[in-house]
């Protein structure tokens, strides 16, 4: 099967296939855009006879069914009595209605037509990064079709985009609109994209939570009706992330079978809507949220969409988690001029907390790099005023009483011990308690002569007045220009309430479109810079997002047996490389739970190691565990962040999360696993092994480089890894351990 786009002219049939999957498509006589099939191909089978795969039963159907067609961007108006993909109002339409008529008929009908289509390798979707950093394949010229539509009577336009990425299965879609009328024209709602799926019965898993507990995988059948997801915010949010993976019921397993899979690269309002249709296709809308939502385009204006990220595997949970891991690995992720890898990172945020001094700094600094680390992040409360969460932000200058010679003399020292320096910074937040307030009382998100609800003693900036945005930009650009900070702990830290702005309800892609083109800006100048997303934790994390930072903050939830079901999750979707960890104290923090450090290790390598711990408390021989383990980790780094994954067991199903790793060639892997439920007496299972050379010979190691054992690909690929009962860490009741696997011959 050729990888490419194709036209039949006679059929009126547009056919995209990637490396095991096609989409097809077909202009109707009357100019409507039908969605035909969507389904994963094998590339030794011969073309597929497209006709025969035709769900679009033809015109003589019963008009009710008829108003269920396939449409691939289905306009509000029309015939349609379903979800819409977009809704437009011509509220001036008055030269064509009496004045009075105008006001009360403003028509609210599209019917985009197909025009003429073209093929570009150079087409980019709206909130593209624009700061100039490369991508792994930046050289690979990907085929976007556009598909150009008309509106019958308004020279209104509505092009669709679809990039296709062949090698790992996805195709991208947004939309763009003109208007090239004379009328103002606003959108009552807009997808990025609506596909399809096969007629068929599906379950459908997500993530969802809340702060401290983000990511949980949920699995729900999809029924007749719509089931939504969606954030009304201005950050992508903790209870659901914007990703999604479909499977047929009773078809598919974790490893096997067709998976249909998609994420939106948003980071604010957002919705998924999966509309189950009458006569049962699935239908999926992915844009943005329109609960309070309006996108005015005056003649002459456009607007692109940002992209859905859809796929489909052949090979379930696994393959499609492989294929959005290395989407976001080749074309969403900036390529770091620091190197392939991330740093070990130390945070003081749970070791001083608000207590900071630069003496604490130095000492906390000195000892992290004594066991290895290579990043030294300042958290929160290094800033004028900021002795606690009532004051500071919006001030983002040094505070003296801490930092009486500003930061300098902690960077140079950081420096010197041969890490690099690292700053929290939360920019689109203030405390009525600042000096940017008392000045700037209007600058904040709310609705005149009405209260302003405030969230941890923080109100939101409205970055709908493009003054703000310039503001917020020169007080980051400042702290750049004037120390050698490579790295950004962007963080946000509340709910959006009272969205009262100047942009009105444009705010919330607004916002976001600010967010991005700091972040991008600082980035262009600052070629050194990285910066980490943080929202309270996983607040934030989205193919948007991931597009400008190098790694995510996973959420405020330290725990290590916490975080493992955490983790089960958010690997569903984004690559474990960019999902940072930390081990953090004996005594966690937030759970209370006492968990020992080998365990606090095996869970925090899975991804970006941090260190939490207040090291100033430990004794030298606990110093030297944490050096032993993160020169371990400085070991399979390369293993965690490009092999890849598979979940042998979940822990939501068996009490126990069991990850391996696994480079292309098969000559390195490893294997994690976590136990965080069993009784006594159980016997945790040896999970057989994938993507190993079955000949080849392997040497196991564990942290303190003790060789347990060699041993054939073969056997480990059927029979696991021995060892379980015997290698494994067990302390307090809790087992874990992490090993590497290496071949030998
Ligand atoms: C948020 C972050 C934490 C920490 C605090 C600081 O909660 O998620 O990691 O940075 O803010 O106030």
């Not at 006001?103 to 289509?117: E, T």
């Not at 059948?221 to 939504?228: A, H, I, M």
């Not at 991008?520 to 943080?534: A, F, G, N, V």
Request: glycine share 8%; hydrophobic share 40%; proline share 6%.
């Amino acid at each position: 099967m050729t990888e490419a786009i194709t036209f039949d002219p006679q059929q009126k049939l547009f056919v995209l296939r990637t490396h095991r999957s096609f989409y097809a498509m077909r202009i109707l006589p009357d100019g409507q855009l039908v969605h035909v099939k969507y389904a994963p191909a094998d590339p030794a089978v011969q073309p597929l006879r497209l006709s025969l795969l035709d769900e679009y039963p033809g015109s003589d159907w019963a008009s009710w069914e008829n108003q269920t067609r396939l449409w691939e961007f289905p306009a509000f108006g029309d015939i349609s009595y379903h979800d819409a993909a977009l809704k437009a109002a011509f509220p001036a339409a008055s030269g064509l209605l009496a004045a009075q008529d105008a006001a009360i008929y403003p028509i609210r009908d599209l019917r985009p037509r197909y025009r003429r289509h073209e093929i570009r390798t150079d087409a980019i979707p709206g909130h593209s990064p624009a700061h100039g950093r490369s991508v792994r394949k930046q050289a690979t010229a990907r085929q976007t079709l556009i598909m150009e539509m008309q509106d019958i009577g308004f020279d209104f336009i509505v092009r669709l985009f679809y990039r296709l990425t062949p090698e790992w299965d996805i195709i991208e879609r947004w939309a763009e609109l003109e208007n090239r009328t004379t009328m103002p024209v606003t959108m009552e709602s807009l997808a990025f994209a609506t596909i399809h799926l096969p007629l068929g019965e599906y379950d459908l898993t997500r993530t969802a939570g809340a702060w401290a507990r983000e990511f949980i995988p949920v699995t729900q059948s999809l029924q007749q009706g719509l089931t939504v997801l969606k954030q009304q915010g201005l950050n992508t949010g903790h209870s659901i992330n914007p990703a999604f993976l479909v499977q047929p019921r009773g078809q598919a397993t974790p490893e096997s079978g067709p998976t249909y899979f998609g994420a939106l690269a948003y980071s604010g309002n957002w919705s998924i809507r999966f509309e189950s249709l009458p006569t049962d296709p699935i239908r999926i809308h992915g844009g943005y949220e329109t609960d309070d939502f309006a996108l005015h385009l005056a003649p002459g204006e456009r607007h692109t969409t940002p992209a859905f990220v859809f796929g489909v595997a052949d090979d379930g949970f696994d393959g499609a988690s492989h294929r959005l891991h290395n989407f976001a690995r080749d074309y969403v992720l900036p390529v770091s001029v620091h190197g392939a890898s991330r740093p070990v990172l130390y945070n003081s945020w749970e070791a001083v907390y608000f207590d900071m001094t630069v003496e604490s700094q130095v000492r906390l600094a000195r000892l992290a790099a004594a066991i290895g680390v290579e990043l030294f992040c300042v958290d929160d409360g290094w800033f004028k005023g900021r002795r606690s969460d009532h004051a500071g932000l919006g001030d983002w200058v040094v505070d003296r009483t801490i930092f009486p010679d500003g930061l300098n003399p902690l960077i140079e020292e950081v420096k010197k011990l041969g890490m690099r320096f690292g700053l929290w910074v939360e920019p689109e937040m203030v405390n009525p308690n600042s000096d940017l307030y008392r000045v700037h009382p209007d600058w904040v998100l709310h609705f005149p002569t009405r209260p302003r609800t405030e969230l941890r003693q923080q109100l939101i900036l409205d970055f709908g007045r493009p003054e703000v945005v310039r503001h917020v930009h020169t007080m980051l650009d400042a702290l750049l220009e004037q120390y050698d900070i490579t790295f950004f702990k962007w963080d946000m830290n509340r709910h959006a309430t009272e969205p009262g702005s100047v942009a009105g309800q444009e705010i919330w892609f607004r916002h976001v479109a600010g967010v991005y083109s700091i972040m991008d800006q600082l980035r262009q100048k600052y070629p050194r810079l990285e910066i980490q997303s943080c929202s309270g934790g996983g607040g934030r994390v989205d193919l948007g997002i991931l597009a400008r930072v190098e790694q995510v903050w996973t959420s405020d939830n330290t725990d290590a047996l916490d975080r493992v079901y955490i983790q089960d999750g958010f690997s569903l979707f984004y690559p474990p490389g960019v999902m940072e960890s930390w081990v953090t104290h004996e005594h966690n923090h937030q759970t209370g739970r006492v968990l020992p450090l080998e365990v606090r290790f095996d869970t925090a390598m899975r991804g970006v190691l941090g260190i939490g711990t207040n090291l100033d408390r430990l004794s030298a021989e606990e110093l030297d565990t944490y050096r032993r383990n993160i020169a371990f980790y400085r070991k399979i780094r390369p293993i965690i962040e490009q092999g890849r994954l598979h979940r042998l067991a979940w822990v939501q199903d068996h009490g126990a999360s069991a990850w391996q790793m696994v480079l292309p060639d098969g000559s390195q892997s490893v294997y994690s696993l976590v136990v965080v439920h069993s009784l006594l007496g159980h016997q945790v299972p040896c999970h057989p092994l994938r993507g190993l050379v079955p000949e080849a010979t392997y040497r196991i190691t564990d942290a303190s480089e003790r060789e347990l054992l060699r041993l054939s690909g073969a056997q480990l690929m059927t029979l696991g890894l021995p060892g379980n009962h015997q290698h494994i860490y067990v302390k307090a009741g809790i087992r874990s351990r992490t090993v590497l696997l290496s071949r030998i011959d």
